[in-house]
């Protein structure tokens, strides 16, 4: 066509677009001369579009007559038969190659589906998969797509062979590889499905194992993957060239030092004369980098450079350092806080903006937002500042979980039986960070109302202030105690002060009323008489409480790292009723055994008395007077086995106890005693925590461990009978001892845990259990 | 219309003609049951691909999903519009439909009856919406959204200024100086005619005095007095930090 | 207990035909059976025992060989080479020496060689070791020997001559092998100071026996497609050849006969094939990859009769005993046609297991070994 | 009182003598920028004044601070004065092992270790 005038363009064929659409991705307008190239624009313009299978131009005098063929419109995809790829990842595959409900329906994008689709199956090693398309027309210019997927079987590897380990057996080489060839447990680990990226995964595997051990010019000459003619089977061979162990002969630190050149020598993890293993010189590589990283090199990169002395089979290891500019942090951007204030997360980095970049204060300040317990997910990456190679932003991208729970609802555990609580605490309300909970609880031995509220950061040191107060009623019987009820009321200030990284001292101020009451028929007679003695039913104190912790755990929720040992004294002040000081010492330490095996062991030692002892109100002929009424009130003893104490016997029933009629009711009958508890606790434990099955690797909800505990409580001055009077000191034949498996996790409604224990060391009359659990409460 | 609404066997949203099925979109609409109308526009886009009731139930259906708090669907869908009918008589409501969701997109239903102060919180959205606006006013100056969308605009740009002025105060406050003055040097770079910057000059003066950079404090002093003659800074203490013991009282610094 | 197998996902591979009646035309007896270390195993090497003047010899991935009279099936020695690890149990009781290529045997000289790339040459009188040798690879074709050298292919595509004096290397001829190939790789033949052999790339390739340089190569298939299986071109039969011109086929590609000399094809056809072939008087026997069983004229490539009731039995490359064509399937069934006109003339059950090496014709006795390492000889009357 | 832990507060830049050293007047602004990196401070107003200020404030004491101010004449250095705080590395390593604990965060190590084995294995060929 030769060119005229534009007067009018008039487009034919249009259903479902409009034309106004058309105009717009039209190069063309009306009064343009169209020339035979603005008019194969045109069509190259309104074919990119998609949504037109044919665009024809011609001409009517001077109008540009458009004639287009609209593409069908996809209503529906339906795939039938796929197992090993979800839908929604093949819908997004698809609507990546174009082809989605809604978008115009192109024929040609059908084949490249079907590639796809076989590829991406191939890649799993399903190579017997077969991949039909088909579409249905409907009406109004409309198109259904279905792809029908028979996935067949995976691909089993039938024969996998290293050809020329002379040095260590196939058995050692393959232990650790991903792919295996199918044995008794494949069907679960389905290590036997031959997949590319395991290959390769392996194959480096196989190489590190040899240069870790000496081997520094081994290399994989050549493998071969080959399937059988009914593609069922793979036959995987690898040819190695192992050469010869190659020993270190010297080690030069060259390059920008930066740090004292035997600071960094004391860094290498690889020795002279040692013999050559790759792994240590990664090792030392990451040592200095992070070194260097730690003073505000953030881009420092260490080339281990070997020259390799063939005949004398030696190596020479040449660490250049090259530490870059010293980098500075521009801007702390924090992203995802929809819910947290930005000033909670800024007060806990420990990286300043405009300050060089420390990779150890950034380390710190993420463990430091992962104990905070607000976030599911804390991430931190550095990106370059465009335009400069000495500045970063630090961008901190959290996932928020809501850090409260509302827990309305019934729980239970074997020593409250139903609880019936409401309560509502939140750990970060509203997003200041402050923690707040009231809460109510009703079970059959506890009735306990609370509200308390703590604030972190009085003073941008991160001094916190708190305040609680509760009103408890407990029945002590239905606790497995000795049966009395008390009453207590109770009004705390604390304050938290950090002294330094990871050590806080907390200091508590408080009052409290405990009334306690006693049945004749069940309260044991040894109480009855100490309350006679004393002279009054409700005790007064108002004490104070100093604690020392030092906390360089990990995480909030079931830490995986770090340690936690603190001491705390508490000291009822003169002028309470009875002037007691308790005090406690616990020891946490988590340590890393293998990448997922993680050993934790704790112990924890009580001990209480009175430092002014009470005189007896009564006169000394009086038949229950009783001349010593020393140490701690018996509704302040500790109290040892439970669920979260020495698992494996019934909560609070070892130590003293007491018995209402020894002839009717022998101490040798467990259900007869009633434990009272005593003033020294020894409680101890080591556990070993697996990664739990079926469960995103080193996530915090849950916790699976092994464990075996020890523990026991002593010295009770109410000890009436004999069989009590074995706990009148420490002694270490009388600690009991349980093993079994325990099991938290951290459900929506509030911690769950589960035990299933078996004592190991436990004396006639011991009340044990072999399962305990709690769930829904959080006392 | 039958008891349930589900699309259960012969439910009529499958046989009603398509005008039955926009008006009773539109009854739902205007009595607020959005959940049900976002139903009926969904059922009549997929039935009646094109025509006019297709395009304007699009619209409806983005604004439906607007209204019963799906911010993500509702995004879509507009952009899902704007792209099929870019010269569609109501393309500008589409755009500034499109600046709405994110505007008001906030936590949860808390949030939202507390009055969450938004400047403490993730800019991501705002800052989203600021662009969607910045769209609507500049392809269709004239169309009668632009107005209240320009008010926005500026009120969002006023939001993303304080977010950076609070962290500005923060790190003043913990004598991070050269920190505090760079971001409000930021400030100034980027949001200078918002209220706020006369913060920012007034964070600058006070860092540059700390830091001993006398000449430079009193540039920009100059520069504060000439814009914002009276910024509380030249008379007396500011930032007036409340004192700790405020903060003794509990609950009474929520964000 | 194949419906347990069933059970888990479906299956895309066709089972089996189903076995069809029919009236014997001829009688077949098994002269003897013999059960020889543990075959072939996992390792998919189609072993097939090697005959030399009246005996045959036959290796088993448990490192054991073992010589027997071909008529009588009476062992004459037996020796198990490498050293057992691997004591627990449940692990894979390995052998230091897996027999997976040949044997071949020779004169006075049986060679063999291992899925570690071992070769070792044994006294064909006692089986005692003459001389050993280490290849790159594993070898899981089965070594020729002629005019004192023995040729020797790897998997990784090396082709190796050797003394066959004291296995020292004479020559080396390197191929490229594509990621993904067939299992198994053709086994060269050696025929008047050339070696032929079938690669995994598609292309038959002509070597001299003294210096290993390259004569030339003809592709059998082309190798192309769009995902790796397509692109799947193997030619792992064995290279018959009956004088003047070889018979070699490709998978997804053609089956040709080629001039010995120039390395022209004579005529070639589309037929996709894994196995070798098989040729006796004017007919040339060949099996596709589906289980059909072809016969064509020699000369001309034309199709004479084609028989496909054993289709999908995974059937092994074919044999010609007298006037019947003999093939083994994945079930232990042993097949007799009749090379006129491919009708079935007899079906003996070897064993449960599948039958992976060509069976081997000496005299009027036919050998089928399994992979567990059975023997069967069957004489079938004319 | 002293016990409370107060962070340490460091702010702007850090050189070594060397690279002080090596500045000469009549340097253009991007090579001064090459040699002593982006000054911490840029007044808006002040285009030919760059400031490498820093300060430092341990714990409680009160802040120190230096400033090394360089004043350019049409985009040649003119004149240098000011002094700064050398890079002391004993100093700086004491600081870093404070917030480091001896298991360093092992999400972050995996990952890098897994990228540096493939850098790592490019390097030893």
Redesign the interface.
Known sequence: ADTFTISDIRIDGL????P??V??YLPVEKGDALTPERANQAIRALYKTGFFNDVQLSRQGDILVVTVKERP?I?KIVIRGN?DIQEADLLKGLKGIGLAE?EAFDPLKLAEVQ?EL??QY?NRGK????VKTSKVNLD?N?VEVAINV????AAKI??L?V??NTVF???QIEDDFESN?S??TSWYTKDDQYSREKLSGDL?KLQ?YYMDRGYADFSV??T??????????M?V?A?IKEGEVYTVNDIKLTGAL???EE?LRRMLQIKTGEVFS?AK??RS??AIT??LS???YAFADV????NIDKDKREVGLNFFVNPG??V?V??VV??????????VL??EM?Q?????Y?Q??I??S??RLQRLGFFSKVEIDTPKVPG?D??VDVTVTVEEQNSGQFTFGLGYSQVQGLIASVGVTQNN????G?R?SVNAQKSSFIERYQLS?F?PY??????G?G?DIQHTKLDASENNLASYLTSTDAFDIYLG?????S?T?NAQMGLSKTGVDTLTFYTPQAIIDYIDNLGHRTFHTWNMQWSWAHD?R?RFWNPT??SLQSVSLELTLPGSTVQYYKFNYRFAQYL?MTDSLTFFGHFGVGYGDTYKDPQSVLSPDHPRYRADISGLPFFENFYAGGVTDVRGFRDNTLGPFAVLSPTTCPPTDKNCRLPLGGALKFVASAEIIFPTPFVKENSDATRLSAFVDVGNVFQNKLCALPECRVYKSWSADQLRASAGLSFTWRAPVGPIVINIARPIRKKPGDDTETIQFTFGNTF | CSLFHRGKKGDPMDTLPVEQLYQQGNEALQSGNNDYAVRVFQRLI?R???GPYT?QSQLNLAYAQYKSDKPDDAYSTVN?FIK?????RHIDYAYYLRGLINFNR???F??RY?G?DMT???Q?NLRQSFDDFGALVTRYPQSRYAADGRQRMIHLRNMMAQ?DL??AL??L??G?Y??SS??AK?ILETYPQTPQAGDALAIMVKSYHELGQDKLADDAKRVLELNYPDHPSLKGRWPSYRS?WW??I??Q??? | CTWLKSL??????QPPTELVEFAPTTQVDRVWSEGVGSGAG???ARLAPGVADGRLYAAGVDGSIEAIDATTGRTLWHTRLGER??WRF???R?NSLRWSGGPTAEGDLVVVGG???QVYALSAADGSERWKAQM???IVAAPAIANGIVVVRS??GRLVGLDAADGSRKWIFDQS?P??????NSAPLIANGVVYDGY?NGRVVAVRLDDGNELWSQTLSGGEG????ER?ADVDGNIVSDGQALYAAG?RGQLAAIALDSGRPVWQRDLSS?TGTAVSGNTLVAID?DGNVWAFDRETGVNLWKQDQLKYR?LTAPAIQGKYVVVGDIEGYVHWLSLDEGKFAARERLSRKPIEGAPLVVGDLVYVEDVKGHIGAYRARQ | CG?????D??????FDKATVESLKPGMSKRQVLLVM??P?VISPFDQNRWDYVSTIRRGRHKMASKDLTLYFENDQLAKIDGDYFP?D??V??K???????E????K??DE??KK??RG?DQ??G
């Open positions: 259903s479902r677009i409009a106004g659409t105009f717009t419109q209503t197992k809604g590639d076989t590829r191939y190579y017997n998969v077969s109004r409309r028979a996935e067949g079987k039938k024969h062979n050809v020329g057996t196939d058995k060839t044995n008794w480096e590190s000459e050549s071969q993957v080959s399937i059988s003619p009914d593609k069922r089977k036959y061979t040819n930066i740090l004292k600071d790759r010189v990664e590589v990451d992070s070194a730690n003073i505000g080339q281990p450079i070997p500019k010293r500075y521009r801007q924090f992203k995802g806080n929809q819910h947290t204030e930005d000033e800024r007060r420990r300043l903006e405009g300050s060089w420390s150890a204060a380390d710190r993420k463990i400069t000495d500045q309300f509203f997003g200041t402050d707040v509220y604030e009085l003073t941008d040191e991160g001094i202030i305040y002060i950090p002294i330094s990284e050590d001292i360089t990990n790292r770090g890393r | 997929a009646f691909p094109f395009e899902r099929t009918y870019p010269t569609h906030s936590g949860g808390m949030e507390v969450l403490q919180r993730d991501a977010a609070n962290v923060f790190y406050k913990r991070a050269v920190a760079n971001r930021s700790n903060k003794l509990p609950l610094n929520r964000g | 888990g996902k479906k299956d895309n591979v996992a390792s998919g690890h691997g449940w692990s894979r390995d899925l570690d790339g790159s690879s594993e998997n990784d092998v990621a993904l190939s067939l299992r198994s995994d769009r995902t790796e299986v799947l998978y894994y990859a995974w | 016990l409370i832990y107060k962070v507060a460091q702010q702007g830049n850090l990196g982006s911490s890079e590395p004993d700086l390593i600081d870093a092992r404070k917030y480091k604990r298991y360093p965060d092992e972050r190590s890098d270790k540096k084995r790592g390097g030893q």
